[in-house]
């Protein structure tokens, strides 16, 4: 739960108020390559109240990946990658037909330019909210759980530097 002040002017006099805000939930699922970040991630949001995990994993396989999303229904899907490739949008293409609503938060240590349109496009497809980001980018969990948060609710996110690259590279729409 969120906690709001609120300050209402009673004759003449501010009188502080506290409003508790219901956040909804977040249903992550997690795929991860390297297994410290992936428990990491597991053991963190385990706390967090607004995340609920339901489900880690190390691979994305369409056929797999495609069953998770029918089952566990996850509202963002956190995939952490080192290179963000092609061949990995295509297996995410695969697996999408199962939950087209789910959010994507994508977190890697490189990028190649035409995998990044090639994400954009796909996201543009889903119509669901989508964030890229350097892993180096984020400094904490808190910090990971607001861009959950602003994906689960169809915001799209672009790091600068990546955006930058693309700008370079001639896109210059995000």
Same mark, same amino acid.
Not at 126 to 135: D, E, M, N, P
């Given at each position: 739960m969120q906690k709001t002040s609120v300050v =209402?002017?009673?004759? *003449?006099?501010?009188?502080? @108020?506290? /409003? /508790?805000?219901k956040v909804k939930r977040v249903r992550l699922y997690i795929l991860e390559e390297q297994e410290l970040l992936r428990e990491t991630y597991g053991t963190s949001f385990s706390v967090e109240a607004e995340i609920e995990?339901?489900?880690?994993?190390?691979?994305?396989?369409?056929? *797999?990946?495609? !069953?998770?999303?029918? @089952?566990l229904r996850p509202d963002v899907l956190l995939i952490g990658t080192k290179v963000l490739q092609a061949a990995f949008i295509d297996k995410l293409e695969a697996s999408w037909g199962k939950s087209p609503c789910a959010g994507i938060v994508l977190l890697s =240590?490189?990028?190649?330019?035409? *995998?990044? !349109? !090639?994400?954009? =496009?796909? =996201?543009?497809? @889903?119509? *669901?909210?989508?964030?890229?980001?350097?892993?180096?980018?984020i400094d904490n969990i808190g910090q990971l759980t607001g861009v959950?948060?602003?994906?689960s609710q169809g915001r799209v996110i672009m790091d600068p530097v990546i955006m930058e690259g693309l700008i370079e590279a001639g896109e210059s729409r995000a």
């Open positions: =209402a002017v009673k004759e *003449s006099r501010l009188v502080g @108020t506290e /409003v /508790v805000q995990v339901v489900g880690l994993s190390a691979a994305v396989e369409p056929e *797999s990946l495609g !069953r998770v999303l029918a @089952t =240590a490189l990028y190649e330019v035409n *995998s990044i !349109r !090639r994400l954009r =496009a796909f =996201a543009r497809k @889903t119509g *669901s909210g989508c964030a890229y980001l350097f892993k180096h980018s959950i948060q602003a994906v």
